[in-house]
């Protein structure tokens, strides 16, 4: 795929990362900020710090009071926002071109001076919002609890991926300003940053203005602890069921996988399409259109960093079936896909879906400095955005059948069942360990 977007990378003396890929079809220019902290560098006893920061950012900083960076920008035609999730936090906007200065200005102050401005009552006021956004969004929401039931089977005990971005009641509640403070001093700085620009500046012109803004704020002293070992698939299937009053049952079907960007974890992404990651995927047309035993499945790779990804399938029962039918259909389809391999047609299918997806995402301009940001923060590869498609394209249909036989054996899945119909809760794990959106819906301010 001959993908040739302009990539012009520098770092600052102060280990700032900046990209600028310049775009002059528009006259304006994306800011995209990603820093290297989620929830999986949050310590026991202090989950939900990360997403705390992403509401404790827009409250004001040493030269800006709290709402103020909303009001200059969207004053000036922008539109912005920021989310969180478990490898990194990103704060990004896009302005017109002349609002560009107004933009660094406001992100250099606060990715620079926040805690100037960071106050008790500030940090009340936020812990109380983000309370809040945990019960609309997850206690009180049909399947609400089900990925933190997810996380707490598929993760071992301390493992960083075990807790949610949205982090406990319990966690929010005890933390204090200088917990705070401290964790914002530990990572909110510029050689754990990477600042991506995308639109229309020149690259000189870019670095030069991120210099202005950034270059005088202070590295950080704090050095990165080393990644996590990859983690070996469960070595027996683990079963989480729970009671509630939900409009269906629903299984939620997980499995560890690779590390995001190996060849392996892009094998293994394809066998998730090839079963339920599409329209066409084997269990959409068996369980939906022939048997009509579900009313929907879904299925999708979430690619990580720290020792390991996650592959997860939803599979909506039809009312009047059994469960553990629709399970049967799941583990007979992984078990003929690892011993045939996909057909010609179905991984032809799933990539004119990838290349469909990835040419849609570079052809929007917020999300291509997105991807940029992220492809350097977590892999140092921001020229990925031209070659991770046919890094793609060249998976073999032995791969795929290999990543399924070695990741996707059923006796290494997790299942976690919300089940209608009864009054009390069976055993499983613990509901306060974690909670979480799913990937579509990341943390983000309303």
């Not at 609002?99 to 992100?107: F, S």
């Not at 009313?295 to 997860?312: Q, T």
Request: charged content about 25%; glycine content about 6%; hydrophobic content about 40%.
């Amino acid at each position: 795929m001959p993908l040739d977007y302009p990539i012009h990378r520098r770092t600052l003396p102060n280990g700032l990362r900046v990209v600028v890929s310049p775009d002059h079809t528009v006259p304006n220019v994306t800011v995209n900020i990603w820093v290297g902290v989620g929830s999986r560098h949050e310590s026991p006893g202090r989950t939900g710090f990360a997403h705390l920061f992403e509401h404790l950012m827009f409250q004001g900083s040493r030269s800006v009071r709290s709402g103020e960076h909303f009001e200059a920008l969207m004053a000036q035609g922008g539109r912005l926002n920021a989310t969180t999730w478990f490898d990194r936090t990103n704060y990004f906007e896009t302005v017109p071109t002349g609002a560009l200065e107004l933009a660094l200005w406001l992100e250099a102050d606060r990715h620079g001076h926040l805690l100037d401005a960071l106050t008790q009552e500030n940090l009340d006021n936020q812990r109380d919002v983000v309370k809040e956004e945990k019960r609309q969004r997850y206690d009180n929401q049909p399947y609400g609890t089900a990925l933190i039931e997810v996380y707490a089977a598929v993760f071992p005990e301390g493992h960083p991926y075990r807790h949610p971005t949205i982090g406990s009641m319990a966690d929010l509640d005890a933390a204090d300003l200088e917990d705070v403070h401290d964790f914002f001093r530990r990572f909110y700085a510029p050689d754990n940053t990477v600042l991506t620009l995308c639109g229309d500046v020149e690259p000189e012109e870019g670095f030069a203005l991120v210099e202005r803004y950034f270059g005088d704020l202070g590295a950080r002293s704090e050095p990165a602890r080393p990644r996590l070992p990859q983690l070996e698939p469960l070595d027996a299937p683990v079963r989480v069921e729970r009671r509630r009053q939900v409009p269906n049952d629903r299984l939620h079907v997980a499995f560890r996988l690779p590390v995001d960007e190996t060849d392996e974890f892009l094998a293994a992404s394809l066998a998730v399409d090839c079963l339920a990651g599409l329209s066409t995927s084997r269990l959409a047309r068996r369980l939906v259109r022939r048997e009509q035993s579900a009313l929907g499945v879904h299925a999708s790779a979430w690619g990580f960093v720290d020792g390991v990804s996650l592959g997860l399938v939803v599979l909506d029962v039809a009312p009047g079936t059994d469960p553990a039918v629709v399970e049967d259909a799941l583990v007979d389809e992984l078990t003929r896909l690892a011993a045939e391999g996909p057909t010609e047609v179905e991984l032809e299918t799933c990539f004119a879906q990838a290349e469909r997806a990835w040419l849609s995402a570079l052809a929007s301009q917020e999300e291509r400095a997105d991807l940029i940001s992220r492809l350097t923060l977590l892999h140092d590869d921001p020229e990925g955005v031209n070659t991770q498609l046919d890094r793609l394209l060249a998976v073999t249909p032995e791969q795929v059948r290999l990543a399924t036989e070695r990741w996707l054996d059923p006796r290494s899945r997790a299942t976690v069942a919300f089940l209608t119909d009864a009054e009390v809760d069976g055993p499983g794990v613990d509901p306060g360990v974690a909670a979480e959106r799913s990937a579509d819906t990341e943390e983000a301010l309303a």
